[in-house]
């Protein structure tokens, strides 16, 4: 799979064109999150704020997008099993292998929308952050060139199409994110569930 592959961009463009524009951002008038431990890491998918679904806890809203993408138990919970960065490396390898669900394009942003909004419903710290944002841009800051989610500081503007950017400051100033996912898109959890219950059962001789 070419990186173009794991790039968001076309799939915005084919399925999400609402979302497929570039924004500018001047600098002084944005709250920036980069990583994790840095000021506004929260802000980000890799903020370290657990989700529950259905009885199964995602160590971060990031653990729970990427999972989305599958719905094999051998990819799940490769990546169930990983933390950080780390799973983004483990989930493109599986793409690599043509593993991704097929219309994972159809649906990428809303899941990402109801990733971002159960983050939102279930963490008190995430929420006050995002409220202590109201009156700035927010955008996800990018150092080696802008991707689809976030925006690249240039002299003294931020230019991409800071797509996570925009999504939570449509969060923070509707309270809401409307999303609409397959009925299927969440049976992934009943296989790690499956799994999870496997790995605990104690065999007798």
């Excluded at 060139?145 to 509707?174: C, F, H, I, Q």
Aim: proline share 3%; net charge neutral; charged share 30%.
């Amino acid at each position: 799979m070419s990186r173009e592959k794991h790039s968001v961009a076309p799939l915005v463009k084919e399925f999400y064109p609402e979302y497929y524009s570039l924004h500018e951002y001047p600098a002084d008038q944005c709250v920036v999150f980069t990583k994790v431990d840095l000021p506004w890491g929260i802000l980000g998918n890799f903020g370290r704020t657990s989700i529950i679904v259905n009885g199964v806890t995602f160590r971060t809203a990031e653990q729970l997008f990427q999972m989305m993408k599958f719905k094999e138990a051998e990819q799940l919970m490769d990546i169930y099993k990983s933390g950080g960065l780390f799973l983004k490396h483990k989930a493109k390898k599986w793409e690599n292998q043509d593993k991704r669900r097929a219309d994972w394009g159809s649906m990428v942003v809303d899941a990402m929308k109801m990733c971002i909004q159960l983050k939102y419903e279930q963490n008190e710290d995430f929420r006050n952050e995002l409220e202590r944002t109201k009156g700035m841009y927010i955008v996800e800051g990018q150092k080696k060139g802008p991707d689809t989610w976030g925006a690249k500081l240039t002299d003294d503007v931020y230019a991409g199409s800071n797509l996570m950017g925009r999504l939570l400051m449509e969060l923070r100033d509707n309270g809401k994110l409307e999303y609409h996912l397959p009925d299927n898109a969440l049976d992934f959890i009943e296989i790690i569930k499956r799994e999870l219950d496997k790995s605990c059962e104690v065999k007798v001789p």
